[in-house]
């Protein structure tokens, strides 16, 4: 069982910068592959950034490339997503998600645990 929780979302002006937290809870943190979605209201949850059970592989969807970097630190139990060059399309509920599997998931089946999510809000 993990238990996660989001942290680090807020309102930001266009090209602003934020940084989410997910911090774990529970057993074996590094057994988990993990995971950033974010879902607008009227829109399905989609993933955002993914990292392996180590960090030494991610996932970025295409909108987010080169503005987003995921990283965690396995010693603390925390994963973190920063955003640079925020957009208005960028707000939305962001959600951690872990899933106890090998490889970077990238489909919201594939995760085990969710966090309560936070809210993102970019201003143009």
């Known amino acids: 069982q993990v238990q996660l929780v989001e942290s680090g979302g807020g309102l930001v002006q266009a090209g602003g910068s934020l940084r989410l937290s997910c911090a774990a809870s529970g057993r074996s943190f590094s057994n988990y592959a993990m995971g950033w979605f974010r879902q607008a209201p009227g829109k399905e949850r989609d993933i955002v950034a993914a990292i392996s059970r180590s960090g030494g592989s991610t996932y970025y969807a295409d909108s987010v490339k080169g503005r987003f970097t995921i990283s965690r630190d396995n010693a603390k139990n925390t994963m973190a997503l920063q955003m640079n060059s925020l957009k208005p399309e960028d707000t939305a509920v962001y959600y951690c998600?872990?899933?106890?599997?090998?490889?970077?998931?990238?489909?919201?089946?594939?995760?085990?645990?969710w966090g309560q999510g936070t809210q993102v809000t970019v201003s143009s």
């Open positions: 998600a872990a899933d106890y599997n090998t490889g970077v998931p990238t489909r919201t089946w594939q995760y085990d645990y």
